[in-house]
């Protein structure tokens, strides 16, 4: 995966906001090479905020987040250009990536017929699994999944499933929010309802 490089993934005393209102605060873990967590709660109770956090993509309102690896997320937005054929749009991110065996990620994941096919006639499923295609493509050792299993059928939850149990045997490391069971071993849990704040007015 990343050789002799160390690959981590933390936070610490992590809290994140939508607007006005305090999502989650508190949220500490820490993840290590081949190691993986699920993160499960409630929708609104800021699981993507958290995964948008962790990739950098917004500031949480206090705490902080170290890793050491490149990151590699996957949620509802793939990045596919929907107005071009899916093996275009794939290529563009392989040739940024300088993926050097993309027929790897097409074959594992089913997409070989669906080459010709403009992203934006792709169903739910085949977007979600032409953006794995793009992640495996990308090489990072860190996965950050949000609902990855959405819109899947069971076959098809079999094989993501068995995708991320063999990038954390390689060494990788995911975080996978998620509403549903993921049969990975080892896997370690995280209830994001536990550091909901709780306001007075709010207890019984």
């Known amino acids: 995966m990343q050789g002799s490089r160390p690959v981590t993934l ?20 820490a993840l290590e090479s081949g190691e993986a967590m699920h993160v499960t709660g409630a929708n609104g109770t800021g699981k993507t905020t958290m995964i948008r956090a962790l ?3 917004t500031t949480p309102y206090s705490g902080s987040v170290e890793r050491a690896g490149d990151i590699g997320l996957l949620d509802e937005r793939t990045g596919l250009d929907p107005d071009l054929p899916l093996g275009k749009a794939l290529s563009f991110w ?11 990620a097409l074959a594992t994941l089913g997409l070989a017929p669906l080459l010709d096919v403009p992203v ?69 849990s995280l209830a994001i309802e536990k550091f909901t704040p709780v306001y007075q007015d709010e207890r019984p």
């Open 10 to 29: 933390s936070a610490h005393a992590l809290a994140c906001r939508r607007g006005d209102r305090l999502l989650f605060r508190g949220l500490s873990f």
């Open 55 to 57: 990739a950098g993509l």
């Open 94 to 104: 392989q040739r940024i990536d300088a993926c050097s065996a993309p027929s790897h």
């Open 120 to 188: 934006r006639y792709l169903s739910t499923g085949q977007r979600k699994r032409a953006g794995l295609a793009a992640l495996l493509n990308r090489g990072s050792p860190i996965w950050l999944l949000d609902e990855p299993l959405s819109g899947l059928d069971a076959a098809a939850i079999k094989q993501v499933t068995a995708l991320i149990a063999d990038h954390i045997a390689g060494g990788g490391i995911a975080l996978i929010a998620s509403h549903q069971p993921l049969a990975i071993a080892g896997l370690q």
